[in-house]
């Protein structure tokens, strides 16, 4: 299950659907250094999402 604690970088590693998910809400930069390291929840805030909807997104199967 992915959390909102978990990095960019291990959510990518942990479902492979994940960066076109992401991209889907509007993170484009998934690539970039920051990105990597930022949590689910840091980059929700950034990009004014909310957390719920991603996590549901990325936890479905």
């Known amino acids: 299950m992915i959390t909102k604690d ?14 076109q998910i992401l991209m889907n809400f ?5 690539g970039c250094p920051s990105a990597q390291v930022e949590t689910i929840e840091q980059a929700c805030e950034v990009h004014g999402l909310k957390l719920e909807d991603v996590l549901a997104a990325l936890n479905e199967k």
């Open 6 to 19: 978990q990095t960019i970088g291990q959510v990518l590693q942990i479902n492979p659907k994940a960066a």
């Open 26 to 30: 509007g993170m484009g930069c998934l």
